[in-house]
Nanobody
Framework: QVQLVESGGGLVQAGGSLRVSCAAS????????MGWYRQTPGNQRVLVAT???????NYADSVKGRFTISTDNAKNTVHLQMNNLKPEDTAVYYC?????????????WGQGTQVTVPS
């Protein structure tokens, strides 16, 4: 079993910055992919940014150039630095991890953290 604990988020004015972080904990696992998705009421959860175990990032077009995903492999933690935030970035942000435990692959989600950018 792996637990994901998110931190950060909150309210920021348009043009401002926030950082959200997600730490994975458990035993005998390795991270395959870790990243962030977001969801607004009535809509599906969509990809924001992910990074794989080769440190290759993947960004949604809507956040390219504004958001940066990074990892601290020693701490099994992923950070999402969000700059130049816009009202349309308002959402609940969820951390997702795909992990390997022995020969199996599992997917885990965090509890979500609210990011609000007033218009």
């Amino acid at each position: 079993q792996v637990q994901l604990v998110e931190s950060g988020g909150g309210l920021v004015q348009a043009g401002g910055s926030l950082r959200v972080s997600c730490a994975a904990s458990g035993s005998d696992f390795s991270i395959k992919t870790m990243g962030w998705y977001r969801q607004t009421p009535g809509n599906q959860r969509v990809l924001v940014a992910t990074v794989d175990d080769g440190a290759n990032p993947n960004y949604a077009d809507s956040v390219k150039g504004r958001f940066t995903i990074s990892t601290d492999n020693a701490k099994n933690t992923v950070h999402l630095q969000m700059n130049n935030l816009k009202p349309e970035d308002t959402a609940v942000y969820y951390c997702k991890a795909i992990v390997r435990i022995r020969q199996y692959t599992y997917q885990y989600w965090g509890q979500g953290t609210q990011v609000t950018v007033p218009s």
